[in-house]
């Protein structure tokens, strides 16, 4: 029999010293020439482990629960909230491998398999954003010598595209509105009125609205941004109509003062059915998602003469104004030339607020 092996109950067993220590374990087979490649490879990791410190196979698993404790309190909550969430979309792909495992080329792969589910070059962005931090934090800990996520060119292989904007048009939004719950079709108003993302809508809390100043507080935007916007007849009249649930700081809520959840979906799957029914009665309907009121807002924010396309930049909490100046495409010449001015009028009305007041 081969040195440093022996056999019990028909399974072949290692049985060998590194630096004065002993080490047996199963080699889980009752081949003996699977069981020496197995041996080979089993001293050659210990031997790594214990003369150069390297580190042994570590799950991804545990990868990403140490990630967890450390970055949880490191970035905002809604970034970890989003780092979750394209974790575990990719557990599958990872779950079976050892964080030593995660090459570029497996993560090229996971890219594949992303697109061929049909998800956006822009969600597959996110996640391998999530899937780098738990990588670098396995670095930290000397798991891996590097992050094989940083020598990926993301832009050449995951281009970042601008989605083309569609504004949902008033025959469409009148073909769906009867049909949503009060509530939702409320969020879906206060959007187009404030321009405000859904997680800020659903996030808004009472304490957060001031009536006498007229604002309403954005604690938490996109990055953890505090901004304020203001607070326009039709956003109040809307707020009014939101029945406080007592105990619970939410403005739009369900059940028994949770935070409204699902709005994206139920949309989504609403206009979807009116799409259907409307093709059967070749009746032209345009679908729109939750977030295209944020475009409209903007579009007649600037239509309306209420500020500048800086005073836009703020309002919406854009990071730089190159994506703001995309809403000038919808503007007449005139219009844009006025939007581009710092002399906008700002604290105009919009018309959908002078017809609130009216």
Aim: overall charge positive.
């Amino acid at each position: 029999m081969p040195k440093n092996l022996y056999v019990r109950a028909g399974i072949y067993w290692a049985r060998f010293k590194v630096r004065g220590v002993e080490y047996r374990e199963s080699l889980r087979t009752r081949s003996e020439r699977v069981a020496v490649k197995r041996l080979a490879l089993l001293r050659e990791q210990i031997e790594d482990e214990s003369v150069f410190g390297a580190a042994g196979p570590v799950s991804w698993a545990d990868a990403v629960l140490s990630w967890s404790q450390r970055i949880s309190t490191a970035v905002g909550s809604q970034t970890y909230t989003r780092y979750l969430c394209s974790l575990r979309q990719v557990r599958g792909h990872f779950d079976p491998l050892s964080v030593q495992q995660i090459s570029a080329d497996v993560l090229k792969d996971l890219i594949k398999a992303r697109r061929r589910a049909g998800v956006k070059n822009a969600t597959i962005r996110r996640d391998l954003t999530a899937i780098s931090s738990v990588l670098d934090n396995a670095a930290d800990e000397g798991w891996i010598s590097d992050n094989p996520a940083v020598g990926l060119n993301r832009r050449r292989i995951v281009p970042e595209r601008i989605e083309r904007i569609v504004l949902p048009q008033e025959a469409s939004i009148a073909m769906v509105f009867p049909r949503l719950v009060p509530r939702v079709r409320d969020l879906c108003e206060f959007t187009r009125e404030t321009g405000l993302r859904l997680d800020e809508v659903t996030g808004l809390r009472h304490a957060s609205i001031d009536r006498n100043e007229r604002t309403i507080t954005v604690e938490k935007g996109k990055g953890d941004k505090l901004r304020v916007v203001p607070l326009t007849k039709i956003a109040e009249a809307i707020i009014d109509r939101q029945p406080r649930y007592i105990g619970k700081p939410w403005v739009f809520w369900k059940d028994k003062g949770q935070r409204l959840t699902e709005v994206s979906s139920r949309l989504g799957d609403l206009t979807r059915r009116v799409a259907q029914k409307a093709a059967r009665e070749e009746v032209e309907f345009h679908r729109f998602s939750h977030h295209d009121f944020r475009h409209l807002f903007a579009v007649e924010y600037l239509r309306s003469g209420r500020g500048s396309i800086y005073d836009l930049q703020g309002e919406l909490g854009h990071s730089t104004i190159t994506v703001t100046e995309r809403y000038l495409a919808f503007l007449t010449p005139d219009q844009a030339k006025s939007a581009k001015s710092v002399m906008a009028q700002r604290g105009a009305h919009s018309p959908r607020s002078e017809a609130a007041s009216s």
